[in-house]
């Protein structure tokens, strides 16, 4: 046939509800375009995570350009899965000069207690870095684990911070491992800004995108008030990871810990989302991302979703007039590997527009819930702003507290109190002369996402 | 009498098997003329419903076309509207969210007097083919004009050839009816700005349905129990009981999900059996499957079970 090389959207919810259909159809429809990815629609086959596509209005005017925005919420199954998978990890840990005393001591204690959580199964190397990054260990399994520790508490504070280094080094300690079946991180630990080595932020970003593709993902640890926040929530957002503000030395284990529990409960990682807009439809913007766009295509990359997760993003699209009737102005394709089976999967969903004449039929079609995380979605711009105007010093602080209040109630409102706690945090920071920027970039690093355990 | 009984028994098997289905034509999107596989629910390029039909607005105002700013790549495109239109990272008509683009960053106007471009102080500046716009400067910009905004080049269209064009639909009868011709439609899929077919004189959807160039029936298919005829056109007819995969829908479950082509050309009807289930009589004589047979007004179709008689329309 002719059309072979158009794109094939086989799994389409709705195609089971349009009347009189051929059975045959949704197996004909079978078989992914590029090939490898397992479709698992059969019922009854456990999915480790869904996608549901939801319009801020079913129905668009066909005669005028308009704007609608569309949320992708992705959800991973709560329950069931049994056995965690097991985690190929690597501590790049940062022992530069500001790190002497009680930060050095309580990090050697967290990487002991990491250290007792992980099985034999659990493969562990360790990178330490100040002017140059060196393997500490290099990966292996945790079965002498008196032996890891000893190895931990040998290292010393050096100088200066060459985190492009260290970042290149514990990246390959983690590849050098198997990656089949397991989940692979590289857990960054730094309380400072980049001093030596390459210190272009671009460059360090760039390295960590690249190593995302090479399905390494990075959790970024940030202690004390030095380091740049920007820098490191970027790197987590960026690769899939999860970024941390660690305010006191003491809590280093904690958090710590709370990293590797995540880590234990990820069941679909190297997350993408792919828009396809069908003829007539533009993406304007993915909130919070900065998006490839393709051929009639926008890719994202999403966190590395835990057990019970819901994140969710917020897209705008332009839509063309066009005669009157139902489209699928777009498809959301998810694309993950799927930590329990091990196999890369697929799933998506399609958002339908009814397209009217009558504005009537517009008033009776907004999706309260859509608007809601647009809302979201702008608090968390706007909050960004604020954290930029604060730096800056355009922003006084009576102005920020008071933005940050109203983001503060708008987040209560739609039941994010985990959030709403953080901004809270930061308002506490400004009241007590502290800068809020570090607790605010955790604050939007996680907008977006949702845990409910 | 038992003879005939018993050969209508095995010749009519009670469910409709579904392997005649499989093979199916393609559907043509009565919105764009895409050629869609019948398991397709929504058209593949337009995202049309194919079990619906569309509802013409050509006589509805539409909005003035006034050109468009395409990236590059082609991967953006922002049509543009009448008056100001604000370029910027934000909240803007032109949303470009890239670094090197200031929150607001420019402004294109649209007049009678033509389309024009303004930096309105951006951090990295706004460049009209190759050279860098002074703040709150307007300069012209035509079509093809390359625009420099940061770091994001973006080509300006004007409006003669930015037109979206397919917004009138086919005549929309119940029976969806359209000539399919693949070969000649395929090549418009690389090209989504250009949407109306021009290969087929036959069936130019232009602006309004009023025009009698529009799938003018040529023939019918009457059937013995006499309910709506079902409208031929010009070209293939593919005829069989799934919505969405055929231009003309027998909805007997003795016709097969795909039963029979009907192919009409210069004037001669003749039809093949596309492997049916229960097979094609014409005048009472079964067709072997595949084998076109030439049809004349008046001859009695049997598809299945339902009967039709073909009347040919005065040309």
């Avoid at chain 1, 009776?364 to 702003?385: D, F, H, P, Y």
């Avoid at chain 2, 693949?182 to 959807?205: G, I, Q, V």
Wanted: charged share 25%; hydrophobic share 40%.
């Amino acid at each position: 046939m002719n059309d072979s090389t158009q794109m094939i959207f086989p799994d389409d919810p709705n195609k089971t509800r349009v009347g009189g259909f051929d059975p045959n159809a949704t197996q004909m429809a079978g078989g992914m375009p590029g090939g490898e990815g397992n479709r698992t629609m059969m019922a009854g086959s456990q999915q480790a995570i869904t996608v549901e596509c939801l319009v801020e209005n079913s129905y668009a005017m066909a005669t005028e350009n308009s704007r609608q925005h569309l949320v992708a919420r992705i959800t991973a199954s709560g329950t069931g899965m049994g056995v965690r998978m097991p985690v190929n990890l690597c501590l790049i840990l940062d022992h530069s000069g500001s790190m002497e005393g009680p930060p050095l001591d309580y990090m050697k204690s967290a990487c002991g207690y990491v250290v007792d959580l992980l099985e034999p199964n659990d493969v562990l190397s360790i990178v330490a870095f100040s002017d140059t990054a060196q393997v500490l260990m290099p990966a292996r399994r945790v079965v002498n684990k008196a032996l890891i520790k000893e190895h931990i508490m040998r290292l010393e504070v050096g100088n200066t911070t060459n985190l492009f280094d260290a970042l290149a080094l514990g990246a390959s300690q983690v590849a050098s491992a198997p990656a089949q079946g397991y989940v692979n991180r590289a857990l960054l630990f730094t309380d400072g800004e980049p001093t030596a080595g390459n210190k272009d932020f671009a460059s360090i970003v760039g390295q960590v995108v690249e190593q995302k593709s090479r399905g390494i993902t990075f959790t970024a640890l940030g202690f004390g008030p030095e380091y740049n926040e920007e820098l490191l929530a970027s790197i987590a957002k960026r690769s899939g990871g999860n970024y941390y503000y660690i305010t006191r030395p003491e809590l280093i284990p904690e958090i710590f810990r709370r990293e590797l529990e995540t880590l234990m409960m990820i069941v679909a990682r190297n997350v993408k989302l792919r828009v396809h807009m069908s003829r007539w439809v533009q993406v304007r913007q993915i909130y919070g991302k900065l998006p490839a766009f393709g051929h009639r295509s926008a890719e994202v990359t999403l966190s590395d979703m835990e057990r019970g997760e819901t994140q969710s993003a917020v897209i705008e699209l332009g839509l063309e007039p066009r005669p009157g009737g139902k489209y699928r102005i777009a498809t959301v394709e998810v694309s993950y590997d799927d930590s329990v089976t091990g196999r890369p999967e697929t799933i998506s969903a399609d958002a339908i527009v009814e397209f009217t004449t009558d504005p009537s039929q517009i008033a009776s079609g907004v999706n309260q819930m859509v608007l809601r995380e647009v809302e979201i979605a702008e608090a968390s711009k706007s909050l960004e702003r604020t954290v930029m105007g604060m730096r800056t010093q355009q922003v006084s602080s009576a102005d920020a507290v008071r933005e940050l209040e109203r983001t503060r109630m708008l987040l209560l409102d739609q039941g994010k109190t985990m959030q709403a706690q953080d901004i809270q945090k930061a308002i506490d920071d400004i009241h007590g002369g502290a800068a809020p920027e570090k607790t605010l970039m955790g604050t939007i690093a996680n907008m977006d996402r949702e845990k409910n355990r | 009498m038992n003879e005939n009984m018993t050969s209508d028994a095995t010749q009519v098997v009670s469910a409709p098997a579904f392997e005649a289905t499989q093979y199916a034509a393609n559907v043509d999107c009565p919105v764009c003329h895409t050629p869609n596989p019948p398991s397709e629910t929504y058209c593949m390029d337009c995202g049309f419903m194919l079990s619906s039909a569309p509802v013409d607005v050509s006589d509805m105002p539409k909005p003035e076309s006034v050109g468009k700013l395409v990236s590059s790549d082609g991967a953006l495109e922002f049509p543009l509207k009448r008056g100001e239109n604000t370029i910027g990272r934000e909240a803007a008509d032109v949303l470009l969210v890239n670094s090197t683009v200031s929150r607001k960053h420019g402004r294109v106007f649209v007049e009678d007097a033509g389309a024009f471009i303004e930096d309105i102080g951006s951090a990295n500046g706004t460049f009209v083919d190759g050279v860098k716009l002074e703040p709150n400067q307007r300069a012209e910009i035509k079509d093809g004009s390359e625009i420099t905004i940061g770091s994001v080049v973006m080509k300006y269209i004007a409006p003669e050839l930015a037109e979206p064009e397919p917004i009138a639909c086919e005549a929309t009868q119940e029976i969806e009816v359209e000539p399919a011709d693949d070969s000649a439609k395929t090549e418009e899929l690389e090209e989504p700005a250009e949407a109306a077919p021009e290969a087929e004189a036959a069936e130019e959807p232009e602006q309004s349905i009023a025009e009698e160039s529009v799938a003018q029936p040529v023939g019918h298919l009457v059937p013995k129990d006499g309910v709506a005829a079902l409208a031929l056109c010009e070209g293939v007819n593919t005829i069989g009981r799934r919505e969405g995969a055929n231009t003309v829908v027998v909805s007997d479950p003795y016709c097969s999900g795909r039963h029979a082509d009907l192919t009409v050309q210069d004037g001669v009807f003749t039809i093949t059996d596309v492997g049916s289930t229960n097979g094609t009589l014409v005048n009472g004589a079964p067709l072997e499957a595949h084998a076109a047979r030439e049809l004349q007004a008046g001859d009695e179709i049997t598809l299945g079970r339902p009967v039709f008689t073909l009347e040919v329309s005065n040309a």
